[in-house]
C-alpha cells in the first residue's frame, strides 16, 4: 500500500479498503497476501504505521497465508538509527496478535543485507 503521494497519509480510509479488498480476495482464493507498507520515510510515520499494523494484524493474524511487510525496500535511512528500530517496535505490535511471517526490509531497496 502507497503511503506518501496521495496514498495512506491523505486518504487512511480510502487505502485502507483497498488493502482489506485484496486480503479478503487472497484469503478467499487461499493464497499468499502481503501486507506491505510502502513509503520512502517509514521512520517518520511510526505511529501511523503502528496503527495500521495493530488493527491489520489483529484483523488478518489469524489467516496464515497472510504476511506482512512494514517498510518496503527501505533506501537510505541508517540500520542503526532509523530501519532497526522501526522494525523492532512494529514486529512487537504484529507479535501481539499473530505469529505469521512479518517481511523486514534492509538499506538500499533490501539489497544491503550484511
Request: charged share 25%.
Amino acid at each position: 500500500m502507497g503511503i506518501e503521494g496521495g496514498g495512506y497519509l491523505v486518504n487512511p480510509e480510502a487505502e485502507k479498503g483497498r488493502v482489506e479488498a485484496v486480503v479478503k480476495a487472497a484469503i478467499d482464493l487461499g493464497i499468499y497476501v502481503i501486507i506491505d507498507w510502502h513509503d520512502h520515510n517509514a521512520e517518520s510515520h511510526l505511529e501511523e504505521a503502528t496503527e495500521f499494523f495493530n488493527e491489520m494484524a489483529q484483523r488478518y493474524g489469524g489467516y496464515p497465508n497472510v504476511l506482512f511487510e512494514v517498510f518496503n525496500e527501505p533506501m537510505l535511512q541508517r540500520w542503526e538509527d532509523a530501519i532497526k528500530p522501526y522494525h523492532e517496535s512494529l514486529v512487537a505490535v504484529i507479535r501481539q496478535h499473530t505469529d505469521n511471517l512479518i517481511i523486514l526490509g534492509t538499506r538500499f531497496w533490501s539489497q544491503a543485507v550484511h
